[in-house]
């Protein structure tokens, strides 16, 4: 692979890489149930706070940032009184929620034999 085909791939094991930034805001906590909140379609921002248990409203609102700066999250903004804003996913926030979902999925399946190890785990 070319050095600029690499560069405009991204390099995740590359420190600088700026996919890092992508990969920490596509997986952590709250993106990952953001994206899959967002698989059902178009949300208000009250509604992904209701769906999300647990999410503060200002996690709820740097994630939904992120995810728009990333691409993946289309904010919309109507001009009504009161204000009116829609959440849903881009084409690439479709891509990527479905490959988030499959994770869940893993982990929701496993669960049981997953928490089975808790009891044998020792902190070191």
């Known amino acids: 692979m070319s050095l600029s ?3 405009r791939r991204g390099d995740l094991m590359a420190a600088e890489c700026p996919s890092r930034q992508v990969l920490k805001h596509v997986t952590s906590r709250w993106g990952v149930l953001v994206l899959i909140a967002l698989e059902g379609g178009t949300h208000r921002f009250s509604e ?3 769906m999300i248990g647990g999410v503060s409203e200002r ?3 740097q994630t939904l940032q992120w995810l728009e700066a990333d691409g993946l999250v289309l904010r919309t903004a109507y001009e009504v009184v009161p204000p009116h804003v829609d ?4 084409p690439l926030g479709v891509e990527a929620a479905g490959k988030v ?6 982990i929701e399946t496993n669960l ?4 089975a190890n808790w009891s044998d785990w020792q902190p070191r």
């Open 59 to 61: 996690m709820l609102a």
């Open 5 to 7: 085909e690499k560069f």
């Open 48 to 50: 992904l706070r209701r």
């Open 112 to 115: 049981p034999e997953i928490t």
């Open 87 to 90: 959440y849903r996913l881009t």
């Open 101 to 106: 979902r499959v994770l869940a999925d893993w």
